[in-house]
């Protein structure tokens, strides 16, 4: 295609083009909203009521920084950011997928003025998007449960948008890499799930052994956690800077990289 850089790995040429494939993906999303909320949002309250109400009742409270808290609320705080990452990721896997080999959705957008690098764009934001929308349902019924009321859980949502574009930036390396649906095995079993037990989502990281921790403490999800964790036991993350960075370097690094091997897959 002529559209395709002859260098794979030229900087991002973008443009608000990528609305209309947004738009185009949030008018198809709109005919399926229902069941696809309800595939997002079950699992992880199936996770909160059987670990949190009872794994919690037998575990009581733990200790975070020097304090005690529930361990719903310890749970709580650290599966919606698991969430963020499931449902991005989903998104940026399978249904992009779909899109790009299956449908050939991206080769007929393609045939308008858009550009690859807007469609790649596109589909990142999209899954972002999608992942803010499940979270946002989740907290509203975890503050109706009143596990947590702090009014620092505003600030939660552009962190929860944030950790949505990091890992749907990651999970498009994948994307790009995939011959069929069953390669997202790979991703899944070796890396999001060794990931979700890393990362002090079901218990502090300060049991894990020393040189664990080390790499543990710089996993995204890992930094999601501890930028969220604070806001819903009402006080503010230490070293927000750290953890922000750290997420727009995961971001960026992986758009870039997921960008160039999508240009590769459509120029071959």
Sequence with gaps: MSQIQNNIWAAPRLSMR???VFQRNWLVWKKLAIPSLVGNIAEPLMWLVAFGYGLGSLVGQIELGGEKVPY???LASGSIC?????AATFEALYSA??????QKTWDGIMNAPVRLDDVVLAEMLWAAFKALFTVTAILGVMM???ISHSWKLLVAWPVLLGVGITFSCMALIFNALAKGYDFFT?????FLTPMMFLSG???PREQLPAFVRVIADWLPLSVAVDLVRPLFMDRWPDQPLRHVLVLALFAGVSFWIALALTRKRFRS
């Design 18 to 20: 990528w609305w209309p």
């Design 201 to 203: 989502i079901f218990f």
């Design 97 to 102: 997928f779909s899109r790009m080999h299956v």
């Design 72 to 74: 719903i609320l310890f």
């Design 82 to 86: 698991m969430s963020a990452m499931n």
């Design 144 to 146: 109706a449960l009143g």
């Design 186 to 190: 790979y991703y899944f079993t070796l």
